[in-house]
Each structure stands twice: as structure tokens, then as C-alpha cells.
């Protein structure tokens, strides 16, 4: 009586391309292993929180839910936080690597490779956790020996540090479906010691002056790119304002049509709200920019003109030998809806906006938008946003390696958006440019 030989381990591979996990299967399973396929992001997450493979074989580009965020997912929850991973890709990204190293991967596979490769790997992989069936094996903790040797590294809070309070574009968007991204309208601060720079005053600013109250901070400089009401509407519920002992000093760029004093003095008017600007105690000031740059404190802020509706600016922010930018509202190749590998740097579309390319060319993180998808840009046009193809062509061609995407639009519920994050990391990779592309979302903080 002949009998099935037990399975030497369990393996989840997660693959797009049929005829690629087919043929990873087949070998596998030839090789005495049970073998399970998906073949988007979300299906592979979805089998592996269900049937707790031994190991996933997990593809970096994928629809749906991009393999790096995938292998976030399965380490934030203890029962797949130490699933084995080999990864592969068809692209040898230093940056999608590094992070993969990071999460504990055990290796790396690069597309095209031989059956007999990807064999080895698993063999290897199941070798080092020799027969164990259920969770890899990891070393033993070592106890230290003294206290001297406990190592316990401490946040340094000295350092500079980022922080978005509000990432939503147009309207704040509450409700349950926001929630992994937040609904608050724009705000950014930089924050160097008891020095604060504010970019914004969106909805999101109202948290940011709950959060300063319970600091030694006393005094703001709050940059506003433009007085659209998403860039202001939180002003009059900014708590500092109301305190005797804060400084607040306001900055803007020429030609906004009426004085900064005059708009923020105007969203205070009896008709629209219980309280004037008159019953602000701390001390505001309104400063146009002059100088460009400007030293402000131990930052020197520099702007550049954004192609928006009215007079719009974004922000470069040099600090702690750091240069942030914040372009929120930018529409970069207006009109433009073709492909973005068919243009360079001297295209005829392209040479008008060589000075917002030049401005974020020596960046270091850049927050700029990117608010439609190429299939909403055709009837979004000269509404002041980029559609993301355009948004990653600007990208490229400054040689920008590090974008937090922000004004998410407020349609563009948190699954949305995951699949949009996806769809701007493979348009990236198309143009062949290595970048560190996120979302930012409400409450993200950064030291540097």
C-alpha cells in the first residue's frame, strides 16, 4: 500500500504572472514541498493571515498592494511576524532591499531565475530551521552578563523632526474609511528644539496648537503657500493664537490680492465666527517675503511660484543640515496627459517649470501632491493638481529620492489610496527611477 510522503513545508507564493507561478509551483512541489499561489497583494496577506504558511515567496511589483507593504503587514501581526520571506523581483532596488533586510527577509531572488535557484533558496531556508514545523527558529536571547552590556537606544528628541498634522486636500474628510490616513487639511511643521515652523494652516493646525500648548515652544512662524480655504480654514481654532506669552509670526509671498492680515482678519468676521481677531492675546505679526531666501531663526526658508489658481508658492525648509520642501498644491506639466517617459528635461512642455525641477532638484524629502489619477487629470485640468504620472516625471527628472505624497484628495478613501501608492511605485519603477515613495498621513512624524 503506497503512501503520500509528508510534505517537507508549507509555501505561499505570491506572483502576478501565471505562467511564472506555475512554474514556480511545479518545481517546488517536485521538490516534496505543498505549495499555495496569489496572485495580487491583498490575496497573498489575506492566505497568509488564514493557512500561516511556513514561508512566503513574495514578489516586490504586484497589483493591488506592493510586496513591501505586504511584508510590513505580516511583521505588525504576531502570528505572521516571524513567516519566513525570500523575496524577488524583476528590479534590483537598492532602496526596496534595504527595507526588505530590515523586516528580516532570508533572501533575495532576481527575475529571471533558473527553477533550480529558487529550489535552493527554499531548501536552504527550511535547512537553517532544520525539521522545525512550525514558526522559523530563531536564535535563543542571549541574557547580558552585566547591565552594562543591556542595550536599550533612546529617541533622540533633540533632533530635528517633521511632522504632518494634516495630509487631506480641498475638505477635511472624517468617517471610517479615512481613518489610516486621517481627514485633516493641510499643515506640516519642522521642529528644531523649542523652534517651530509651521507650513499651512489647514484643519490639521488645530492639533498641532493643542500639542504646543504642553511645550516650551512660545513662539511660531507659520509659511502659507496660498490662502485657499484648505490652506487657512484652521487658523481660528489654533489655541496658541488665544494665549498671551506666543508669538506668532505669519509669512506670505506678494500678490495674494488682499494683505495677509486682511484674509485672516476676514475668516474672523462676526458672520462666520463667534470670536475676532481681536480677541487673539498672543502677538501676531504679518511679514511678506521679501528676501528669497530668508533667515528665520537657525532655518533659512527659500520658495519657489507652483502653477496653481492665484498666487501659490511651496517651501524649502534648510535645517539641521536637512533641506525639506512642501509643494502641496502644484500642477506640474498642466494639461499634459500622455506618458511620462516620452518627455525630458528639455521638452518644449517641460522647459516652463524648470525653476519649481531646479527648486526640488537638492531636496532631501520632498512633500509634494499628487492628487489625481490619469484617469481623473483629463477633466481636472487647470484645477492647480498633478495627476500622478506627471507628479512622478517631476520627481525624476529633479532627482528626488525620498517623496511623501500628500492633499489627497478627498474622494480617495484609505483603500484607494493604498492602490493609488501602488500604481505610483510602478509608474516609478517604469521610469527606471529609484526612490522611497510613501503616503503621508496624518500625524507622521520623521526625526533627521
Given at each position: 500500500?503506497?503512501?503520500?510522503?509528508?510534505?517537507?513545508?508549507?509555501?505561499?507564493?505570491?506572483?502576478?504572472?501565471?505562467?511564472?507561478?506555475?512554474?514556480?509551483?511545479?518545481?517546488?512541489?517536485?521538490?516534496?514541498?505543498?505549495?499555495?499561489?496569489?496572485?495580487?497583494?491583498?490575496?497573498?496577506?489575506?492566505?497568509?493571515?488564514?493557512?500561516?504558511?511556513?514561508?512566503?515567496?513574495?514578489?516586490?511589483?504586484?497589483?493591488?498592494?506592493?510586496?513591501?507593504?505586504?511584508?510590513?503587514?505580516?511583521?505588525?501581526?504576531?502570528?505572521?511576524?516571524?513567516?519566513?520571506?525570500?523575496?524577488?523581483?524583476?528590479?534590483?532596488?537598492?532602496?526596496?532591499?534595504?527595507?526588505?533586510?530590515?523586516?528580516?527577509?532570508?533572501?533575495?531572488?532576481?527575475?529571471?531565475?533558473?527553477?533550480?535557484?529558487?529550489?535552493?533558496?527554499?531548501?536552504?531556508?527550511?535547512?537553517?530551521?532544520?525539521?522545525?514545523?512550525?514558526?522559523?527558529?530563531?536564535?535563543?536571547?542571549?541574557?547580558?552578563?552585566?547591565?552594562?552590556?543591556?542595550?536599550?537606544?533612546?529617541?533622540?528628541?533633540?533632533?530635528?523632526?517633521?511632522?504632518?498634522?494634516g495630509s487631506r486636500?480641498?475638505?477635511?474628510?472624517?468617517?471610517?474609511?479615512?481613518?489610516?490616513?486621517?481627514?485633516?487639511?493641510?499643515?506640516?511643521?519642522?521642529?528644531?528644539?523649542?523652534?517651530?515652523?509651521?507650513?499651512?494652516?489647514?484643519?490639521?493646525?488645530?492639533?498641532?496648537?493643542?500639542?504646543?500648548?504642553?511645550?516650551?515652544?512660545?513662539?511660531?512662524?507659520?509659511?502659507?503657500?496660498?490662502?485657499?480655504?484648505?490652506?487657512?480654514?484652521?487658523?481660528?481654532?489654533?489655541?496658541?493664537?488665544?494665549?498671551?506669552?506666543?508669538?506668532?509670526?505669519?509669512?506670505?509671498?506678494?500678490?495674494?490680492?488682499?494683505?495677509?492680515?486682511?484674509?485672516?482678519?476676514?475668516?474672523?468676521?462676526?458672520?462666520?465666527?463667534?470670536?475676532?481677531?481681536?480677541?487673539?492675546?498672543?502677538?501676531?505679526?504679518?511679514?511678506?517675503?521679501?528676501?528669497?531666501?530668508?533667515?528665520?531663526?537657525?532655518?533659512?526658508?527659500?520658495?519657489?511660484?507652483?502653477?496653481?489658481?492665484?498666487?501659490?508658492?511651496?517651501?524649502?525648509?534648510?535645517?539641521?543640515?536637512?533641506?525639506?520642501?512642501?509643494?502641496p498644491d502644484n500642477?506640474?506639466?498642466?494639461?499634459?496627459?500622455?506618458?511620462?517617459?516620452?518627455?525630458?528635461?528639455?521638452?518644449?512642455?517641460?522647459?516652463?517649470?524648470?525653476?519649481?525641477?531646479?527648486?526640488?532638484?537638492?531636496?532631501?524629502?520632498?512633500?509634494?501632491?499628487?492628487?489625481?489619477?490619469?484617469?481623473?487629470?483629463?477633466?481636472?485640468?487647470?484645477?492647480?493638481h498633478s495627476s500622478?504620472?506627471?507628479?512622478?516625471?517631476?520627481?525624476?527628472?529633479?532627482?528626488?529620492?525620498?517623496?511623501?505624497?500628500?492633499?489627497?484628495?478627498?474622494?480617495?478613501?484609505?483603500?484607494?489610496?493604498?492602490?493609488?501608492?501602488?500604481?505610483?511605485?510602478?509608474?516609478?519603477?517604469?521610469?527606471?527611477?529609484?526612490?522611497?515613495?510613501?503616503?503621508?498621513?496624518?500625524?507622521?512624524?520623521?526625526?533627521?
Open positions: 500500500m503506497s503512501t503520500t510522503p509528508p510534505s517537507k513545508g508549507r509555501i505561499l507564493i505570491a506572483e502576478d504572472v501565471q505562467v511564472i507561478a506555475f512554474k514556480m509551483a511545479q518545481s517546488l512541489q517536485a521538490a516534496g514541498y505543498t505549495v499555495e499561489t496569489s496572485s495580487d497583494g491583498e490575496e497573498c496577506l489575506s492566505q497568509a493571515r488564514r493557512t500561516l504558511p511556513d514561508l512566503v515567496v513574495l514578489d516586490i511589483m504586484m497589483p493591488k498592494m506592493h510586496g513591501i507593504e505586504v511584508l510590513k503587514a505580516l511583521r505588525d501581526e504576531h502570528r505572521t511576524s516571524r513567516t519566513g520571506v525570500i523575496v524577488c523581483s524583476a528590479k534590483d532596488f537598492k532602496t526596496d532591499q534595504a527595507e526588505a533586510s530590515r523586516l528580516g527577509v532570508f533572501d533575495f531572488l532576481t527575475k529571471p531565475f533558473e527553477p533550480a535557484v529558487l529550489v535552493e533558496k527554499v531548501d536552504a531556508y527550511f535547512a537553517r530551521r532544520s525539521g522545525y514545523k512550525g514558526a522559523p527558529e530563531f536564535p535563543a536571547p542571549t541574557v547580558a552578563e552585566s547591565a552594562s552590556e543591556f542595550y536599550a537606544p533612546q529617541l533622540d528628541t533633540s533632533r530635528a523632526r517633521f511632522s504632518l498634522w486636500g480641498s475638505t477635511p474628510t472624517p468617517g471610517a474609511r479615512f481613518l489610516r490616513h486621517g481627514g485633516n487639511t493641510s499643515c506640516l511643521s519642522v521642529a528644531l528644539g523649542d523652534e517651530q515652523f509651521v507650513f499651512d494652516a489647514g484643519s490639521g493646525i488645530r492639533d498641532l496648537g493643542l500639542d504646543l500648548l504642553n511645550s516650551e515652544c512660545r513662539k511660531v512662524h507659520l509659511f502659507i503657500t496660498h490662502t485657499h480655504w484648505d490652506h487657512i480654514q484652521g487658523f481660528p481654532f489654533f489655541a496658541p493664537a488665544y494665549v498671551p506669552g506666543f508669538e506668532i509670526i505669519i509669512y506670505g509671498a506678494e500678490g495674494f490680492g488682499k494683505d495677509l492680515k486682511s484674509v485672516f482678519r476676514g475668516q474672523l468676521d462676526r458672520e462666520y465666527f463667534p470670536v475676532q481677531m481681536e480677541d487673539m492675546h498672543s502677538h501676531l505679526q504679518f511679514r511678506h517675503l521679501a528676501e528669497n531666501p530668508v533667515p528665520v531663526g537657525s532655518a533659512l526658508i527659500s520658495w519657489e511660484f507652483s502653477q496653481h489658481p492665484g498666487a501659490t508658492v511651496g517651501y524649502k525648509i534648510d535645517i539641521g543640515d536637512k533641506k525639506i520642501a512642501w509643494v500642477e506640474f506639466l498642466q494639461g499634459y496627459t500622455g506618458p511620462p517617459d516620452d518627455l525630458d528635461r528639455d521638452h518644449p512642455l517641460v522647459v516652463p517649470y524648470g525653476n519649481m525641477i531646479d527648486f526640488l532638484s537638492d531636496a532631501d524629502i520632498v512633500i509634494h501632491e499628487a492628487q489625481y489619477t490619469c484617469e481623473e487629470y483629463p477633466q481636472k485640468i487647470r484645477w492647480g500622478v504620472s506627471n507628479a512622478c516625471a517631476l520627481m525624476k527628472m529633479a532627482g528626488v529620492r525620498r517623496w511623501v505624497v500628500t492633499h489627497h484628495d478627498p474622494m480617495h478613501d484609505d483603500t484607494f489610496l493604498e492602490s493609488k501608492l501602488n500604481v505610483t511605485r510602478q509608474i516609478l519603477e517604469r521610469l527606471g527611477h529609484e526612490i522611497h515613495v510613501t503616503h503621508g498621513y496624518d500625524g507622521m512624524t520623521e526625526y533627521f
